[in-house]
């Protein structure tokens, strides 16, 4: 059974950073795209970033281009998420998923079928 578990979600002021980390396990990590989401208080659920199985190729959600960046360790079945330069619209509850066979860095949450439980990320004013 596939299991994710996020961890490195805080309290941080705007301006500020966080490294968010997601530790996987229960099939070969090495075969299957990753990908982070998040959701707001009162929004829907929306992409963040995404890399495909060997890290090579990422994708970023407009919004955060230039402040996340995404990367993942084979070797540990961990993918982290980087975030610099915080801003208050950021505070979300942030997911990391696993993506179905044969799909890359995609950004559609259809192509998940596996996800974690979240981690609080709030950035204050």
């Known amino acids: 059974q596939v299991q994710l578990v996020e961890s490195g979600g805080g309290l941080v002021q705007a301006g500020g950073s966080l490294r968010l980390s997601c530790a996987a396990s229960?099939?070969?990590?090495?075969?299957?795209?990753m990908g982070w989401f998040r959701r707001a208080p009162g929004k829907e659920r929306e992409f963040v970033a995404a890399?495909?199985?060997?890290?090579?190729?990422?994708n970023y959600a407009d919004s955060v281009k230039g402040r996340f960046i995404i990367s993942r360790d084979n070797g540990k079945s961990t993918v982290h998420l980087q975030m610099d330069s915080l801003k208050p619209e950021d505070t979300a509850v942030y997911y990391c998923?696993?993506?179905?066979?044969?799909?890359?860095?995609?950004?559609?949450?259809?192509?998940?079928?596996?996800w974690g439980q979240g981690t609080q990320v709030t950035v204050s004013s």
């Open positions: 998923a696993q993506a179905r066979s044969r799909y890359g860095a995609t950004s559609n949450a259809r192509n998940y079928d596996y």
């Open positions: 229960g099939r070969s990590f090495s075969t299957y795209a």
């Open positions: 890399v495909s199985v060997t890290g090579s190729s990422t």
